[in-house]
């Protein structure tokens, strides 16, 4: 069964910045997009970034600006560059990768906490 790995949370103050990354612990084909969630205390989870396997972004309102998602389907890794953090960016960052024939992988999630 393949993994999901995150890495690169933590704690950091407002206006700072972190970079997330997720790797398979193997190989996934025919990926159709890689993302981020998060989810906050007594919040649903909520879509961050997602990146087509065509390279195509978006972005929740929330982040446009200030979050960077990229990946490489190949290596099936993905990354989330976060600049300007905010109190409200705290949460639990959770990595997705969803693949032809309705398969969908989650990383078990990396806390990201924003604090002064």
């Known amino acids: 069964q393949v993994q999901l790995v995150e890495s690169g949370g933590g704690l950091v103050q407002p206006g700072g910045s972190l970079r997330l990354s997720c790797a398979a612990s193997?190989?996934?084909?025919?990926?159709?997009?890689m993302g981020w969630y998060r989810q906050a205390p007594g919040k649903q989870r909520e879509l961050v970034a997602v990146?087509?396997?065509?390279?195509?972004?978006d972005y929740a309102d929330s982040v446009k600006g200030r979050f960077t998602i990229s990946g490489d389907n190949a290596k099936n890794t993905v990354y989330l560059q976060m600049n300007s953090l905010k109190f409200e960016d705290t949460a639990v960052y959770y990595c997705?990768?969803?693949?032809?024939?309705?398969?969908?992988?989650w990383g078990q999630g990396t806390q990201v906490t924003v604090s002064s």
């Open positions: 193997g190989s996934i084909f025919n990926v159709n997009a």
């Open positions: 990146i087509t396997g065509g390279g195509v972004t």
């Open positions: 997705n990768i969803k693949a032809r024939y309705f398969r969908a992988y």
